[in-house]
């Protein structure tokens, strides 16, 4: 496996975690009404529940990172991709509406097939990284830090770009018509 | 020193993603761009068919036939979000028995229409119509969305609107005018 | 830390049992128990059959039924589809389907980005 390719995966879904994993810790609720949806009887249990989730995508992201964890990692990582995919599949199966917010936000897609598509790359990532051995990459420890904060941030401006481009875009006053109409 | 400078810049990402996360989340609770629209969260709705004449009027709102300037107030028992405009419409005590105002309740239950009408008496104060199945409103002006506000002229659709606020709303269409 | 100071639930020092639990095993006992949860929960998740849950409020859709069907086979044959804005965001298309007799028998709701 190419150093730049194991670069890439390990920084990609190290960011993909972190992302992920830090959103839900902050704004969990939708994902936690989505939970319950998919399944009721989660109930309050569903709000720890993400907080879990949410600490063990961090915490799996930082072990991605350094070498002597990143097998360790990428065992909790396909772990993660298994849960990913069985929660979209689940909910694909069972028609889930509400948003799933896994990044946060409330206009993302309920369960479906994309989670799926998700946890089944994720997986194969951990697959790569496991075979390829701890130190398998282009660079070392820093670089992977700094290339992986920045995928984070580019990450999180796609996820929110609809409020990114609602802050940044000119404002305009509505047109009147002669007849005070608003068109 | 590169490590510390790494760590770093990963504890300032993930900042960044918290803030973003807060941010949206809150952003979505008060109602996103609505809030920031320089109309104050009226905003078109393009599926409506702008100049068109209903072929038949419902008999409660034969009053936009002719009329100068109507507003049709379209709400659905199946909206959520109409419920505060029913409410916003029971406070307002000018709305009650103004005559540039109807309301059409487009429903999939008659029952559930009338639930809704007698929950809301200053509903009942504007000439209003059941439209069950929504055949009228979609039939006619292909109108499928609600809170709406259809503006006719004449008994001619020419502006419909979403809103999320009657008295913004009455400000956007009625402009008010200055004494002399 | 001396565990012994610490120590209720294990063996004291002249080696009896006590009846306190251990700090250590009890915290390993909730963990474990906690991703026991966890598995039963992601297990029920994917083979477990769905409950049906009470009508009410769904993103901003009142719908007369909890939903129970996807909003694309709601929508074929005999229904009243509505869209409902919960704001400048999120978009709701609420779906009531009809059987051939004209009742409407299932609910369906869909939320997203328009």
Redesign the interface.
């Given at each position: 496996m190419p150093a730049l390719v194991m670069t890439g995966m390990v920084c990609g879904s190290a960011a993909l975690l972190?992302?992920s994993g830090?959103?839900k810790?902050?704004?969990g609720?939708?994902l936690s009404q989505a939970l319950v949806e998919l399944l009721p009887a989660l109930g309050p249990a569903a709000r720890p529940l993400v907080r879990g989730l949410a600490v063990a995508e961090t915490m799996t992201a930082l072990s991605l990172l350094v070498p002597a964890t990143r097998q360790i990692g990428a065992v909790c990582l396909a772990v993660l991709g298994v849960l990913f995919a069985a929660v979209g599949l689940a909910g694909r199966l069972r028609g889930s509406a509400l948003p799933c917010g896994c990044?946060?936000?409330?206009?993302s897609r309920p369960f479906g097939p994309r989670n799926v598509v998700a946890g089944l790359v994720l997986l194969a990532c951990a697959a790569t990284m496991f075979l390829g051995g701890p130190g398998n990459t282009a660079t070392?420890?820093?670089?992977?830090?700094?290339l992986?904060?920045?995928l984070?941030?580019a990450a999180?401006?796609a996820?929110?770009r609809h409020?990114v481009w609602?802050a940044i875009r000119p404002?305009?006053?509505?047109s009147?018509?002669p007849?005070?109409?608003?068109? | 020193m590169?490590?510390v400078?790494?760590?770093a810049?990963?504890v300032?990402?993930?900042a960044?993603?918290?803030l973003?996360?807060?941010?949206?989340?809150l952003?979505?609770r008060?109602?996103?761009?609505?809030t920031?629209?320089?109309?104050g969260g009226?905003?078109?709705l393009d599926e409506a068919r702008i100049g068109q004449t209903p072929d038949t009027w419902p008999a409660s709102l034969d009053g936009f036939v002719d009329a100068d300037?109507r507003v049709l107030l379209v709400l659905?028992?199946?909206?959520?979000?109409?419920?505060t405009i029913a409410q916003q419409v029971d406070e307002d005590p000018t709305l009650a028995g103004a005559d540039e105002f109807g309301v059409l309740v487009?429903?999939?239950?008659p029952l559930?229409a009338t639930a809704f009408l007698d929950q809301h008496e200053g509903l009942k104060g504007l000439p209003y119509h059941v439209d069950v199945?929504?055949d009228w409103v979609t039939g006619e002006l292909g109108v499928?969305?609600?809170?709406t506000a259809l503006?006719f002229?004449s008994g001619r659709l020419?502006?419909a609107?979403?809103f999320?606020n009657i008295s913004v709303l009455r400000n956007?269409?009625?402009?008010i005018k200055e004494p002399v | 830390m001396n565990r012994h100071d610490h120590a209720s639930g294990g063996p004291d020092e002249s080696g009896e049992r006590t009846n306190e639990p251990t700090p250590v095993r009890t915290g390993r006992r909730r963990f474990l128990g906690k991703a026991g949860v966890a598995g039963l929960a992601a297990a029920a998740a994917v083979f477990g059959r769905s409950t049906p849950a009470f009508a009410a409020?769904y993103?901003?859709?009142?719908?007369?039924f909890a939903p129970s069907h996807s909003v694309a086979q709601c929508r074929t044959g005999s229904n009243?589809?509505?869209?409902?804005?919960?704001?400048?965001?999120?978009w709701c298309y609420?779906c009531?389907h009809k059987n051939s007799y004209g009742n409407?028998i299932y609910s369906s709701y869909s939320c997203q980005y328009g």
């Open positions: 972190l992302s830090i959103a810790a902050a704004a609720r939708q990044f946060g936000t409330a206009d070392g420890f820093a670089g992977l830090c700094e992986t904060a920045a984070v941030c999180t401006l996820v929110h409020l609602d404002q305009t006053a509505p009147a018509r007849d005070g109409v608003v068109a | 590169n490590y400078f790494g760590i810049l990963l300032v990402a993930a960044v993603v918290v973003f996360a807060m941010f949206g989340e952003y979505a008060i109602g996103g761009a609505g920031r629209d320089a109309s009226v905003r078109l300037l659905s028992t199946a909206c959520g979000s109409c419920e487009s429903t999939a239950d559930r199945g929504g499928t969305t609600s809170p503006v002229k020419v502006s609107l979403l999320s956007a269409v009625f402009p | 409020n993103g901003c859709c009142n719908l007369l009243y589809t509505w869209t409902c804005s919960m704001n400048a965001y999120l609420c009531e409407y």
